[in-house]
């Protein structure tokens, strides 16, 4: 994966399961190296948020953000929960905690603001129907098609962003699209979509600086 993206100046936003900065010292410094946008996934992807009290979620949030500043020294400022988990506190606390952005409502092509108790949030939604994840693995959708609904998927919203901002998130997993018969297909995909005129392939802090200062 880190061959195909480089190919094509992609920094990447970083979905992290921040134990990974631990156990995996060698992806810590490949992602550091090419100064990748990192946010949290959890430290685990399979500790989830559902059945967390407030002060117990408080200390996840703090937890992450200890994670990540010890191992990067970088800032945490986005998230996405644990298998997009959540609480009805969520919001509030990820603004409390000082955190800019999250991904957890999958709901739009464009970014929004949510207003809490504690400040505001941005959401930056994913493209949860092209997650690979979602597509090849658990819809069986063949790399081939897959290949091909991500270039229309970009067709679509490159047409109506000529009259208004949208996002093509891609939520990739390596153990999946990185597979030697599979990372092609992402490669002629990017390959279409970075040849258009105007794309920007942005990470997640520089696309939601973007937008704060566009709404101001």
Known sequence: MTEVLDAY????CVSLNLAVLEHYREIAEAM???????????????????SY????????YRDCIDTLKRHTGKLLKG??????????????????????????WVN??????????????????IALELDDVHALWERRVPVDRYAIMLGESFA???????????????????????????????????????????????HGTAIVDWFRQYKT
């Not at 100046?9 to 990447?12: A, D, E, L, P, T």
């Open 156 to 202: 679509g919203l490159y047409q109506d962003g000529a009259r208004t901002g949208r996002l093509l998130v891609l939520n990739l997993h390596p153990w999946l699209i990185g597979q030697p018969f599979r990372i092609g297909f992402l490669d002629a995909a990017l390959e279409g979509i970075m040849r258009h005129q105007g794309v920007w392939a942005a």
């Open 9 to 12: 100046g992609i920094r990447c």
């Open 53 to 60: 009290d407030e002060p117990r979620e408080r200390a996840f």
């Open 79 to 104: 998230m996405l929960g644990p298998a997009i988990s959540g609480t009805l506190c969520t919001p509030q606390l990820l603004a409390a905690a000082g955190l800019r952005y999250v991904c957890d």
């Open 32 to 50: 550091v190296q090419r100064n990748w946008d990192l946010m949290s996934h959890g430290i685990y992807n399979t500790r989830y948020l559902y």
């Open 108 to 125: 739009d092509e464009q970014l929004y603001c949510m207003t809490t108790s504690a400040g505001e949030l941005v959401s930056l939604p």
